[in-house]
C-alpha cells in the first residue's frame, strides 16, 4: 500500500511511511483513519496486501457488541486469537461462540480505576505473556445541551472514553515494549475532529484520545509500536439506533461521509 491510498468510497484509508503493509503492523507514526460507508471491523484488516494474522493475538475492549464485535470477528477471521473485554459476560460469550481461533473472555468494567490493570493481567496471562494488537473501542455517548451536563456526567464520559484506554494501553506496553512489537488502535469518532451538536463532552474525550495516540506513536515508536486512531462517522449500532430511527436528522449527518452513507459495524 502507498503512503497515502483510498478505499472506493474516496476515504482515506490509510497514512503511513513507505514500509506501511497493513493495518496492524510495520511501523509507521501516527495515522487518522476516517470510516463512511464502509465496514468497519473488514477495513481493519481486508486491505488489498494483507497479510493473514495467524499466530497472532488482539484485545478488543467493548466487544460485546457493535463495532467492538465487529472488528473482533474481522481479526478472528484473519487468524488472530482474540481477547474479548467488556462489562456483560453474556454478551462476550454471544460473541465468543462465533469464533475459530480459541477466543478469550474477560469481563471488566474498564471505567474503574482497577478495571483495566485487571483486564489487561488476564489477558496476557492468557496469552502466555504476548500481546500484537490492542483495540481501544470500549466507550459511551452523551447527546446532551451542554450547559446542562453535570459533574457526574462528565466524570462517567472522562473515565469510559479515555482513562480507560490511557490505563489499558499502560498496563499492555511493557509486554509490546519487551518485544520491540505491537500496535495500539483506538476507536476516535469523527465527531472528535468536526464537533457535533449536544455532543461537547463526547467530542472532548474523542479528541483526547486522538491527542494520546500521537504521543504514543511518537513516544513508542522507536519500541517497534503503531499507534493509530480510527475515526467513524455514524455507524448502524445499538448506541445510535434511537436516533436513526429520525430521518429527518440524517442530512445533518450525512455530511461526515463523502458519500453519504452510514456505516455497518460488521465483518464479511
Same mark, same amino acid.
Given at each position: %500500500? ?8 474516496? *476515504? *482515506?484509508?490509510?497514512? !503511513? ?29 481486508? /486491505? ?21 464485535? +465487529? ?10 486469537? *482474540? +481477547?474479548?473485554? +467488556? ?27 482497577? !478495571? ?12 502466555g505473556g504476548r500481546l500484537d494488537v490492542l483495540v481501544n473501542n470500549a466507550g459511551t455517548l452523551l447527546r446532551k445541551d451542554s450547559h446542562t451536563v453535570t459533574v457526574e456526567e462528565l466524570d462517567l464520559l472522562w473515565q469510559t472514553n479515555v482513562r480507560s484506554a490511557l490505563l489499558l ?11 520491540? +512489537? !505491537? ?13 457535533? #451538536? ?7 474525550? =474523542?479528541?483526547?484520545?486522538?491527542? %494520546?495516540? @500521537?504521543?504514543?506513536? %511518537?513516544?513508542?515508536? #522507536?519500541?517497534?509500536?503503531?499507534? $493509530? ?9 445499538? %448506541?445510535? =439506533?434511537? $436516533?436513526?430511527? =429520525?430521518? /429527518? ?8 461521509? #463523502?458519500?453519504?452513507?452510514?456505516? @455497518?459495524?460488521?465483518?464479511?
Amino acid at each position: %500500500m502507498s503512503p497515502s491510498s483510498a478505499d472506493a468510497t474516496g *476515504v *482515506v484509508l490509510s497514512t !503511513g511511511d513507505a514500509n506501511h503493509r497493513d493495518g496492524l503492523d510495520g511501523r509507521s507514526a501516527h495515522e487518522q483513519i476516517c470510516f463512511g460507508g464502509s465496514d468497519l471491523g473488514t477495513a481493519f484488516v481486508t /486491505r488489498p496486501g494483507t497479510e493473514p494474522l495467524v499466530g497472532r493475538t488482539a484485545l478488543v475492549s467493548g466487544a460485546g457488541r457493535g463495532i467492538g464485535a +465487529a472488528i473482533a470477528r474481522a481479526l478472528d477471521a484473519a487468524g488472530a486469537r *482474540v +481477547a474479548l473485554v +467488556a462489562r456483560t459476560e453474556r454478551e462476550l460469550r454471544a460473541v465468543a461462540a462465533g469464533l475459530a481461533h480459541d477466543p478469550v473472555v474477560v469481563a471488566a468494567d474498564l471505567g474503574t480505576a482497577a !478495571g483495566p490493570e485487571a483486564a489487561a493481567r488476564g489477558v496476557l496471562s492468557a496469552f502466555g505473556g504476548r500481546l500484537d494488537v490492542l483495540v481501544n473501542n470500549a466507550g459511551t455517548l452523551l447527546r446532551k445541551d451542554s450547559h446542562t451536563v453535570t459533574v457526574e456526567e462528565l466524570d462517567l464520559l472522562w473515565q469510559t472514553n479515555v482513562r480507560s484506554a490511557l490505563l489499558l494501553t499502560a498496563a499492555v506496553l511493557p509486554a509490546m515494549v519487551a518485544r520491540r +512489537a !505491537g500496535s495500539i488502535v483506538s476507536v476516535s469518532s469523527i465527531s472528535g475532529l468536526r464537533g457535533a #451538536p449536544r455532543r461537547s463532552i463526547y467530542a472532548a474525550t =474523542k479528541a483526547a484520545l486522538d491527542g %494520546m495516540t @500521537r504521543a504514543l506513536a %511518537m513516544e513508542y515508536g #522507536p519500541h517497534g509500536i503503531r499507534a $493509530n486512531s480510527v475515526a467513524p462517522g455514524v455507524v448502524e449500532t445499538a %448506541m445510535w =439506533k434511537e $436516533n436513526l430511527a =429520525k430521518p /429527518r436528522r440524517w442530512p445533518t449527518w450525512s455530511c461526515s461521509s #463523502p458519500r453519504t452513507r452510514r456505516g @455497518r459495524s460488521r465483518a464479511r
